[in-house]
């Protein structure tokens, strides 16, 4: 039995390592949620290989592979553990949380978003104030000991939801001024509109591609709140909920592999 004490991302890698595989498991050599997360993946490929060729960037892309598919699996792997598993965003009704699917997932689906965002065509500033990355990294350390500290996990869902997301989007935004650029958020404060507006307009594109896929292939499912319909659910994942998931893979992408263009 596990004791209370123990941190839940810590029980969750030590289920990982644990959980016995069913019977069901050992006789399907391809388990449903495998084949659905097979066509999702397939779908987002789509949608990459399409904006790709859109902006006619493939040199670009092979020539940064190898690290914005590390980046895309290891900001997979952060999404997976922590918003799904310690805060219940989002979950994964038939699906087990095993190892094997977790680096699947990560890999391909979270992968494969990240390319797509970095492709965007939209503009991240670059900025070379020494002061500007010091302030940044100073409030970045303090935002994660504030957010530890305060740690959500208690919150009623909508509240866990709303703290979770805010903390993703600034921590983004101060981790990329500590690498020398300017985030979409940020941007604002320079009169400097159209990066944010070019990242809302696309996050929700690619949010209601991807929700269309998950909705004719069922694979995950949201959690906002018990009192939220599956309508609402919906409109505001595609709104915001890919907003804040594809806010730092873009930010994150752009300062470490550059502009695609």
């Not at 019977?23 to 397939?42: F, K, N, Q, R, T």
């Not at 009623?156 to 990329?176: C, H, Y």
């Not at 909920?241 to 992408?253: A, E, R």
Request: glycine share 8%.
């Amino acid at each position: 039995m596990i004791r209370p004490s123990v941190p839940r991302a810590a029980r969750y890698s030590v289920l990982l390592l644990q959980r016995p595989r069913t019977a069901a498991e050992c006789d399907d050599p391809m388990p449903i949620y495998y084949l659905h997360l097979a066509a999702i993946v397939s779908v987002q490929l789509a949608a990459l290989l399409g904006l790709n060729w859109t902006m006619g960037t493939s040199g670009r892309v092979s020539g940064r592979f190898f690290r914005l598919a590390f980046l895309g699996t290891c900001l997979g792997l952060v999404f997976e553990i922590f918003m799904g598993a310690v805060w219940n965003i989002f979950q994964y009704p038939g699906a087990p949380r095993t190892v094997a699917f977790l680096m699947l997932n990560s890999a391909f689906s979270y992968g494969t978003a990240l390319f797509t965002v970095w492709l965007l065509p939209c503009s991240i500033p670059i900025h070379g104030s020494t002061k500007l990355r010091l302030v940044a990294a100073v409030s970045l350390t303090a935002l994660i000991g504030i957010f530890v500290l305060l740690s959500p996990t208690n919150s009623s869902q909508p509240v866990r939801v709303f703290v979770v997301g805010a903390f993703t989007i600034t921590a983004a935004e101060l981790s990329a001024a500590t690498m020398g650029r300017i985030g979409p958020l940020l941007a604002i404060t320079r009169g400097q509109f159209s990066p944010l507006a070019c990242l809302v307009i696309w996050s929700a594109v690619i949010g209601a591609i991807y929700e269309a896929a998950n909705y004719l292939l069922p694979l995950w499912r949201w959690n906002l709140g018990p009192d939220i319909p599956d309508w609402a659910t919906e409109i505001l994942v595609i709104t915001f909920g890919y907003f804040v998931l594809l806010h730092p893979m873009f930010v994150l992408s752009r300062a470490t592999c550059g502009e695609p263009r």
